[in-house]
């Protein structure tokens, strides 16, 4: 059984800029929510993704956007960064919206 | 919102110890996991909770889902160094949808062989 894997680890970026993140599903599991984790807090929801559609989202400006493939697969977009989106990002997938969400390892993302 | 407090917020044990933390909320849940997270990596689901006053064990780790619905205790038993980690409580954001979990601020182990 293949777990979460998101891509890449680790990337640095400058204000302003854009950035994509990537997350592939647990296998068998068609739902990926993605949640910030700042340094020393617990995870917090951005967005769900089931059926390629948004099923939820938590308190996060819209130029936080994601999109859900037909593959499960899943991108976490930022435009506009800022100096405080530097935290790591985690995807977890279930299999539909209401399982117990498993995580990947998380992008940490460092914004200069 | 739903606000989920962890107590303590740190622990710092020698080897085969035991540990008890807690979690506590001002709403109601009706689903309770426990997650642990190392540095490096993501967290890792430990033990799901569906029922009021449900007792579940997975190997040293014993969690309980409080009969108030507001409360959650995780117990390790016989500590080890690789217990190492942060733990974290979660619940869905409220009673009627399980689509996005609400995280406490984590307790902190640290075990010393």
């Known amino acids: 059984e293949t777990g979460v894997t998101q891509s890449p680890t680790h990337l640095i970026k400058t204000r302003g800029q854009q950035v994509t993140l990537r997350c592939s599903s647990q296998?068998?599991?068609?739902?990926v929510s993605w949640y910030q984790q700042a340094l020393g807090q617990g995870p917090q929801f951005i967005f769900q993704?089931?059926?390629?559609?948004?099923?939820g989202r938590g308190n996060f400006p819209p130029r936080f956007s994601g999109l859900q493939f037909p593959n499960y697969s899943s991108e976490l977009n930022v435009n506009a960064l800022e100096l405080d989106d530097s935290a790591l990002y985690l995807c977890?997938?279930?299999?539909?919206?209401?399982?117990?969400?498993?995580f990947g390892d998380g992008t940490r993302l460092s914004i200069l | 919102g739903q606000q989920l407090n962890q107590s303590p917020q740190s622990m710092f044990i020698q080897e085969g110890e035991d540990v008890s933390m807690n979690c506590t909320s001002s709403?109601?849940?009706?689903?309770w996991l426990w997650y642990k997270q190392e540095p490096g990596e993501g967290p890792v689901l430990l033990i799901a909770?569906?029922?009021?006053?449900e007792l579940t064990s997975n190997g040293r780790l014993t969690a309980q889902f409080g009969i108030t619905r507001k409360d959650s205790f995780l117990n390790i038993s016989a500590s080890i160094p690789s217990d190492v980690g942060i733990y974290f409580c979660?619940?869905?954001?409220?009673?009627?949808?399980?689509?996005?979990?609400?995280f406490g601020k984590g307790t902190s182990l640290l075990v010393t062989p």
């Open positions: 979660a619940g869905p954001k409220n009673s009627n949808s399980g689509y996005a979990l609400n």
């Open positions: 977890a997938s279930s299999l539909g919206p209401y399982g117990p969400q498993h």
């Open positions: 909770l569906y029922k009021a006053g």
């Open positions: 709403s109601i849940f009706n689903t």
């Open positions: 993704y089931y059926r390629e559609e948004e099923n």
């Open positions: 296998s068998g599991h068609n739902t």
